[in-house]
């Protein structure tokens, strides 16, 4: 049975995004120390996820009922991408956790208590598909069912998992998230992939576990921005739409590798050879006026003069021309 603690509502203000950024560049070191661990165990360390804890970065969707920071999709985006400099694999567990806290949100309150009341530090995976089977029983329903690319699975308490919606007859009439606890369910371990092996991305195994009607959250109303959170009134983050939010925060990740990718080329450049020619280096920086954090297009593309001297090449003089006759 879960218990509920008592949790005093904050009154302190929520750090800021770049306070939060900060919190995470100051874990870099660990973070990077971390990755090729991460990769090799296929989930990530767990002294990455303490430092990730013990900093508040698993708190930015939790609502401030609970001691979360309740703040807002661009600083779980900024939060995301700044974790993605640092390691993929970690980056894309911790944006996930986030989101899917933000999801056991949208819950009523009696969910939210029995999640972040009972421990404010819970971590929620999920898995929107409804690939399970259901049978509806008084206060509930029964679920049993598998859910594959679970992220961050090794490390939540809970899960948000999709199912369908059945009647006292067994038909399928909508379409719902469940909030589980880890604890009521198996993991098979099945994460065999290629990148991003720390993501821990397994799949979840529940047999005929009750799920009581107060943790189920149909999904077509949500689309619509129907939550049955009793505090969307005064919680305007958990007003955001739906499937923006679900979408929108996979880019976080994406952003900090591909950060982290241009910042090492851009290191590596300088004493690049060119090649197909007699250039051994590539000694002048472009200025950094001309660098653009977008990829460049018709809009963004920039022409720049190098600055300082012309370069130099290791090609012999060529010898002045002989007149023949």
């Known amino acids: 049975m879960t218990t509920v603690q008592d949790m005093p509502v904050s009154t302190e203000a929520a750090p800021s995004a770049a306070e939060l950024v900060a919190r995470v560049k ?3 070191p660990l973070l990077k120390k971390n990755a090729a661990q991460g990769e090799q ?5 767990e002294e990455s996820i303490q430092a990730l804890t013990d900093a508040g970065l698993f708190k930015v969707a939790v609502p401030k ?3 979360g920071y309740e703040t807002s ?16 694999g970690t980056a894309w567990v911790l944006t996930l956790t986030n989101v899917c806290a933000w999801l056991a949100s949208l819950f009523p309150e009696q969910a939210q208590d029995e999640v972040f009341g009972a421990d404010p530090d819970a971590k929620v995976s999920g898995v929107l598909a409804p690939t399970a089977e259901t049978q509806k029983v008084d206060g509930g329903w029964r679920v049993s069912g598998k859910w594959y690319y679970n992220s961050g699975s090794w490390h939540a308490t809970w899960a948000v998992l999709g199912m369908p919606i059945t009647d006292e007859a067994g038909e399928v009439v909508n ?3 469940a909030l589980i606890p880890r604890g009521d369910m198996d993991l098979e371990d099945t994460w065999f992939v290629a990148g991003m092996r720390s993501s821990g991305s397994n799949c979840l195994v529940a047999e005929d576990v009750f799920v009581p009607e107060h943790r189920v959250m149909l999904v077509p109303p949500a689309i619509g921005g129907e939550y049955p959170n009793e505090h969307t009134g005064t919680e305007s983050f958990y007003r955001s739409a739906f499937v923006p939010i679900l979408a929108l925060v996979l880019v976080g990740p994406q952003l900090g590798m591909g950060t982290a990718a241009l910042e090492y080329v851009i290191s590596k450049a300088a004493k690049k050879p060119i090649s197909y020619t007699f250039f051994t280096r590539r000694p002048i920086p472009w200025p950094s006026s001309c660098r653009s954090p977008r990829l460049p297009d018709s809009s963004t593309r920039r022409t720049c003069t190098p600055i300082g001297p012309p370069r130099t090449s290791t090609r012999p003089p060529a010898e002045a021309a002989t007149p023949t006759t």
């Not at 165990?41 to 360390?45: H, T």
């Not at 999709?73 to 974790?83: E, G, K, N, P, Q």
């Open 26 to 28: 100051e874990l870099h």
């Open 65 to 67: 009922r609970y001691g």
């Open 73 to 88: 999709m661009r600083t779980m985006l900024d939060v995301a991408a700044a974790a993605g400099a640092a390691d993929g």
């Open 41 to 45: 165990d296929r989930r990530v360390v």
């Open 175 to 177: 379409q719902g998230l």
